[in-house]
């Protein structure tokens, strides 16, 4: 006899079929997140932002029971279900680091589910700073949460040691609060977190001493803490600027010693009452580096003089081939390496100008595998007059083509553009010469620096020139000769971006 399946049974199995589609159709929360969702540290002011996915129609909340807005279909692309919920945090509100807990409810009490956000959020008190102390050589402030190839847009370099008011972290940076609406981003790894119950680090500034040795002029201000800080060189006049963030004017005079060689009349303002602002004109139009750190607490700004003599003989010269070892860098369709075609054109370029009696400092002299961080580094400690790092571009468009010169600071620019107009006489096609640049090696301010991303190896016609060994000379020769022309416009220019601050003789 046949089994005939009573009809339970029967029930039974078409729930059973039915059951994974029930169950999807009926989830409550199908996911939660915060928005941005990863971890946070806000402080009172601060919006924490989440969403919940889940089904149409619910009452639905978040961390301690804050309704949550089902967003109208026409903001979600006909979706339903999207809830969303803003909080912004007050001063009194506490979190150490939770998940933020959503709930279903119903009849306003009763949770028919609940769950967690993936990341975990901080409510900071405001009455007990978060410090941090930056460490390594090379950390640095961001502007923003921006994050491209070539990183976020860097606002500068930090010395060791220096305090951080932190007011915030979105995922790996956090916000350092710099003065009244003034604020920058740090990346975890190059700060340390102080342990609790430090004051926010302010200072009234000393007086300055400015004084000069056989290399390089200072200005140096004693202040109570290491504050952050940040430096703009500027042109037209030439001069360096730097904020100190924190500092108050307690600057009853400035002495000038003797040997101040390029510093012209360095003063300051109070720009407002918790940025203390020097000015420290330059003598020569083109400025050639400096850089800030702390001796102690005592902010010291070294200032580099032009060159004794503005020739290829008597200078020393960084030479950069980008990438190298299993950085190869761009390849283009045919198999061309970036990393090849830079140590090739690197090194004819260094025996030109090893000809013309200039002495040249490589990054890499093989093919090796060297960090952008390690060239700085190596930079820094070698010191050359001038850093040249040489590229090859590449796009995703075939047609794209030509040479190109870039370069960060304002007052660089010159040596950029100047190597930009030799390279144009190879006849490769113009692609610009680049400001505002945000590449590793035209970070330093120590010296002027120019990158040249000599033409696009994705382009099969300046890809087969890249390839010739003749035209790497030529590229070598014509980068050579553009230092020439910077050298001899430095030569014509002499001291006129001092002489333009002088009063004009009657
Ligand atoms: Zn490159």
């Known amino acids: ?104 409810l119903r009849n ?24 941090a102390l930056t460490k390594g050589q090379l950390a640095y402030l961001n502007y923003g949460l921006g994050e491209d190839r070539l990183g ?18 979105v995922g790996n940076q956090y916000r350092v609060r710099l003065a009244e609406n003034q604020q920058a981003w740090v990346p975890q790894e190059v700060v340390r977190l102080l342990p609790p119950g430090g ?74 009452p918790d940025v203390f602002r ?23 700004i070294r200032v580099k003089r032009p060159p004794a003599r503005l020739r290829l003989q008597s200078l020393t010269i960084g030479l950069d081939a980008g990438h190298g070892g299993t950085n190869v860098g761009a390849t283009s369709a045919s198999g061309s390496q970036e990393k090849v075609l830079t140590l090739a054109i690197a090194q004819k370029l260094r025996q030109v100008l090893e000809k013309e009696g200039a002495r040249v400092l490589m990054t890499r002299e093989t093919d090796l595998s060297v960090e952008n961080g390690s060239r700085v580094l190596l930079m820094r400690q070698l010191n050359p007059d001038l850093l040249l790092s040489i590229h090859v571009n590449s796009s995703g468009s075939a047609a794209v083509q030509g040479t190109s010169t870039y370069y960060r600071y304002v007052a660089y620019r010159p040596l950029a553009l100047a190597i930009y107009n030799e390279l144009l006489k190879t006849g490769l096609k113009g692609f610009g010469n680049v400001g505002s640049f945000n590449f590793n090696l035209s970070g330093p301010t120590e010296y002027p620096n120019a990158l040249i991303e000599t033409a696009f190896v994705s382009n ?25 022309e910077f050298l001899k416009a430095n030569r014509a220019k002499g001291l006129r971006g001092w002489l333009q601050q002088e009063p004009a003789p009657n």
Do not use: C
Request: glycine share 8%; aromatic share 8%.
């Open 1 to 104: 006899m046949a089994y005939v399946p009573s009809f339970s049974t029967r029930l039974l199995v078409l729930l059973l079929t039915l059951l994974p589609g029930l169950l999807r159709a009926q989830a409550l929360i199908e996911t939660v997140e915060t928005v941005p969702a990863v971890n946070q540290w806000l402080q009172p002011g601060d919006r924490l932002q989440v969403r919940l996915k889940g089904r149409p129609g619910q009452r639905v909340t978040f961390l301690k029971g804050l309704p949550m807005t089902e967003l109208a279909p026409t903001l979600t692309k006909g979706q339903r279900g999207i809830y969303q919920g803003t909080y912004v945090v007050q001063p009194s509100d506490t979190l150490n680091n939770r998940p933020i807990l959503f709930q279903v």
């Open 108 to 131: 306003d009490t009763v949770a028919l589910a609940s769950a967690f956000s993936r990341s975990r959020v901080r409510f900071l008190s405001p009455n007990t700073p978060q410090l």
């Open 152 to 169: 976020g847009a860097k606002l500068g370099y930090l010395d060791s040691a220096v305090v951080l008011h932190l007011t915030g972290m």
């Open 199 to 272: 004051f926010v680090p302010t200072s009234l500034t000393g007086s300055w001493s400015v004084s000069g040795d056989s290399l390089y002029d200072y200005v140096q201000v004693p202040l109570d803490a290491r504050l952050p800080y940040r430096s703009q060189l500027l042109t037209n006049p030439t001069r360096l600027v730097v904020d100190v963030f924190g500092a108050t004017s307690n600057t009853n005079w400035i002495t000038q010693r003797t040997g101040i060689r390029e510093l012209g009349d360095v003063h300051y303002e109070q720009v407002q």
């Open 278 to 300: 020097l000015v420290l004109p330059l003598r020569h139009a083109q400025a050639w580096g400096y850089s800030i750190g702390y001796r102690g607490n005592n902010l010291v």
């Open 460 to 484: 099969p016609e300046d890809e087969k020139r890249l390839n010739d060994p003749a035209f790497q000379q030529q590229l070598a020769e014509r980068i050579k000769d553009g230092v020439e």
